[in-house]
């Protein structure tokens, strides 16, 4: 997971710049009147992010066609998302826009390597539809962490998966990502979810409820495998030149650097398990 800094855009703004651009004079000013509950509703959002208690805030299992929020009903909400701000044609895609930039060299957050294609509601809109345009609901991922993550809503603290907007500090600095190497022929990376031991409980959990969410073992796994099948003439010829020791110093020196740039990385977890396997520094993980 990455940290990204926090949007500073006001949701009044945002909302106002989407209904605004509606021709249907009924629906605009429905929407205008239920302004005030979507102030309330991104104010405790924000107050229960911040205290990492986003799964108490209640989803709206009403139908689309029902009303959601005064007289609007749940489609016409996240509509305002869908048709108002992802609309290129309308002015608020300039804000969807800016959102979706956050993201540093234009990485996912959630995994990490994915490239960045659209904007994830970390509260799904289907549930929380008064959440639809709200700034912080908002998570520039790529398309795979959008669509392929689990569809669960978590209703306990140890359910919620990482916030990229509220989550920093140990989660972040705190290495809880590790893999290690499967002799198979050639050999595989094994991802796993290892938390420090001084962590409370809760945010043990959490690690793995966003790893499971992501499908995160399957996914670095087959990042890792094409990464070793591109390594494998290095470290061939390093093996070669210099003998094994060269290998398993090269990929020390490869796990430092990523450690340094992200601990939780899957590229840290995999150069590390690389770099502790004898089996593997020897030329018997099939590189040679």
């Known amino acids: 997971m990455r940290a ?11 909302y106002e710049t989407c209904i605004n651009s509606i021709a249907n004079t009924d629906l605009r000013d429905r929407l205008n009147l239920v302004t005030p509950n ?30 959601a929020l005064g007289g609007v009903t749940k489609k016409e909400l996240k509509d305002v998302y869908s048709s108002h701000m992802v609309d290129r044609a309308k002015p608020a895609r300039a804000i969807y826009d ?4 956050q993201a540093p060299l234009g990485r996912c957050p959630f995994c990490g390597f994915g490239q960045v294609s659209t904007l994830d509601h970390y509260l799904p809109k289907a549930k929380y539809p008064q959440l639809s345009v709200l700034p912080l609901n908002l998570i520039p991922s790529c398309r795979d962490c959008n669509t392929g993550k689990s569809d669960a809503i978590a209703t306990t603290a140890e359910e919620q998966s990482l ?11 705190d290495q809880w990502l590790y893999a290690e190497v499967r002799k198979t022929k050639p050999a595989t990376i094994y991802f796993f979810v290892k938390a420090p031991e001084q962590w409370d409980n809760i ?25 070793m099948v591109s390594l494998r003439d290095i470290l061939v010829n390093y093996s070669k030149s210099m003998g094994s020791h060269s290998v398993k110093k090269l990929l020390e020196i490869e796990a430092k650097s990523f450690t340094g740039r992200h601990s939780n990385s899957w590229e840290t977890a995999m150069y590390q398990a690389l770099a502790s396997s004898d089996w593997y520094c020897d030329g018997d993980g099939g590189f040679l």
Do not use: M, W
Request: proline content about 5%; overall charge neutral.
């Open 203 to 227: 945010s043990k959990t959490r690690v793995q409820s966003h790893f499971n969410a992501f499908n995160l073992a399957l996914r670095y796994s087959l990042e890792a495998g094409n990464e």
């Open 4 to 14: 990204l800094a926090t949007p500073n855009d006001s949701p009044k703004t945002v």
């Open 38 to 67: 979507i102030l309330v509703a991104a104010g405790d959002y924000e107050q229960k992010a911040k205290a990492k208690q986003l799964y108490s805030i209640p989803s709206n299992n009403c139908k689309n066609h029902e009303i």
């Open 98 to 101: 800016l959102l979706l930039s």
């Open 163 to 173: 916030h990229p907007y509220f989550d920093h500090q140990n989660f972040i600095d």
